[in-house]
C-alpha cells in the first residue's frame, strides 16, 4: 500500500501484536492483556491485521465471524496517533472487507461510541449506514451500530 510519503505494508498479525498496537492507542482506556484477545477470539473464525512500515506496527484491526454466520464483526482496530491522516485506517479496512466477502460473508458491523464522531464519520464514507444507537452510560457513551453489505 503506499500513500503520499508514506509506504506501509498491510499483513496478518499475531495476538501479541494486535495487544502491541492497541496499547499504544490512547483512546482505548485501561489495560488491555493476552487473555482479553484470547478469550474474545478462541473458538472463532477471526482475522488481525497490522499495517507495518520498515517492521514498525503502525495500526491493527481485528474482526471475527459473528454470532449470525454470514456476518463479520469488525471489533477493534486504531492507528497510532503519529501515524494518521496516511491512508492507513482506510487500507486495514479494505483489506479487512475484500477478506470477509471472499469468505463468504455478506455483511460486516461495527460499534462505537457518540465520543468517537471521526469513527462514525469513517464508517459513513466506507458506506456503512447507522444501523442502531444503544443507550449505555452518558450520551457521550451511546453505542453506534454501522452496517454495510458486503
Not at 22 to 28: G, M, Q, T, V
Not at 42 to 65: I, M, N, P, S, T
Not at 90 to 111: M, V
Amino acid at each position: 500500500m503506499s500513500q503520499g510519503q508514506s509506504s506501509f505494508t498491510i499483513r496478518q498479525a499475531s495476538p501479541a501484536e494486535l495487544l502491541w498496537v492497541h496499547e499504544r492507542i490512547p483512546e482505548f482506556p485501561g489495560k488491555a492483556s493476552m487473555d482479553f484477545y484470547a478469550e474474545r477470539l478462541k473458538h472463532r473464525l477471526y482475522l488481525g491485521l497490522v499495517a507495518e512500515r520498515d517492521g514498525e506496527l503502525l495500526g491493527f484491526k481485528v474482526g471475527y465471524q459473528s454470532e449470525t454466520p454470514d456476518t463479520f464483526y469488525s471489533w477493534m482496530g486504531g492507528v497510532r496517533p503519529e501515524f494518521r491522516k496516511l491512508g492507513i485506517a482506510d487500507a486495514l479496512a479494505e483489506f479487512q472487507e475484500n477478506w470477509a466477502r471472499e469468505k463468504g460473508f455478506k455483511a460486516i458491523f461495527f460499534k462505537t461510541r457518540n465520543r468517537f464522531p471521526a469513527m462514525i464519520a469513517f464508517g459513513l464514507k466506507r458506506g456503512f449506514k447507522i444501523m442502531e444507537v444503544i443507550p449505555k452510560g452518558g450520551v457521550e457513551d451511546y453505542r453506534v451500530v454501522l452496517w454495510k453489505e458486503l
